[in-house]
């Protein structure tokens, strides 16, 4: 159980339930339609592992896009990269993005970066019309239930393949592996046939079940271009070179459900 000293937040949007619950030891929690996202406390290995490893693998992306991501934290990490020369949030609810801003100061408020731009669309939609428009795109999505499930599908990946410039890099949300890996298993065997060198990553997450979450990683450049690169500014405090290394080490039950 996770305690809480007072609900700051509770919405229907028109598509999801929002809560901003304050807790003593988490700090400020948001939650989705009963699933907990984020907490002040641990989203920096959800937020630094899903945006840097794809980062540091491309080098110096100019264009990034980041599905889903309202809370602003993945935001606030690809914009610490000078290189960056625009960020796209393409995000189905505003209200995840207004709620995030006055309860999650944070992150920084990255909305005011010029930088970065706010598209309220459909990822399916979106990204129907971007070819080769992007260095490097985050998947940060909720779990695979209504409407989130279909960007887990072979097709969404097929269009953010396509959105990718050459040698561009995709991290994507991939849950977790003692509870999901069927679902894990499925989304590997198409990623494999589009990009040269998937691989499924994770971080530490204490809030989330089972203790932690995963991503997949896709790019026809492997994710160990990344290790030797300098971080941007700014300090990490989750990720650092051994980090980074060993979130690709996989327990040998899940090696076998995955690459079956």
Not at 100 to 119: E, H, I, N, T
């Amino acid at each position: 159980a996770l305690h809480y000293s007072q609900k700051l937040v509770d919405v229907q949007s028109d598509f999801q339930h929002i809560e901003v619950y304050q807790s003593e030891f988490f700090g400020k929690i948001l939650v989705l339609d009963g699933i907990i996202q984020l907490t002040e406390r641990d989203n920096m290995g959800y937020h630094e592992m899903i945006t840097h490893v794809p980062m540091l693998a491309v080098g110096s992306p100019k264009r990034v896009l980041i599905v889903g991501g309202g809370d602003g934290g993945s935001l606030q990490q690809v914009l610490r990269y000078p290189s960056v020369e625009e960020a796209v949030v393409c995000e189905l609810d505003q209200q995840v993005v207004d709620v995030s801003r006055q309860y999650f100061p944070f992150f920084g408020d990255p909305w005011s970066d010029p930088r970065a731009k706010l598209v309220v669309q459909d990822a399916f939609q979106y990204l129907q019309d971007q070819q080769g428009s992007f260095d490097v795109i985050v998947s940060d999505t909720t779990d695979p239930i209504g409407m989130a499930e279909r960007l887990f599908s072979e097709e969404f990946y097929q269009l953010m393949q396509r959105a990718l410039t050459p040698g561009g890099a995709i991290a994507t949300q991939c849950e977790q592996m003692f509870f999901d890996s069927e679902l894990i298993h499925e989304i590997y065997t198409f990623a494999k046939q589009l990009t040269r060198n998937p691989a499924y990553y994770h971080a530490l997450i204490p809030t989330y079940p089972g203790g932690g979450i995963g991503f997949m990683y896709n790019s026809d450049t492997p994710w160990t271009a990344g290790l030797d690169r300098p971080y941007p500014p700014g300090q990490m405090n989750y990720l650092n070179p051994e980090v980074h290394r060993a979130a690709f080490a996989l327990p040998e039950f899940f090696r076998r459900q995955i690459y079956k």
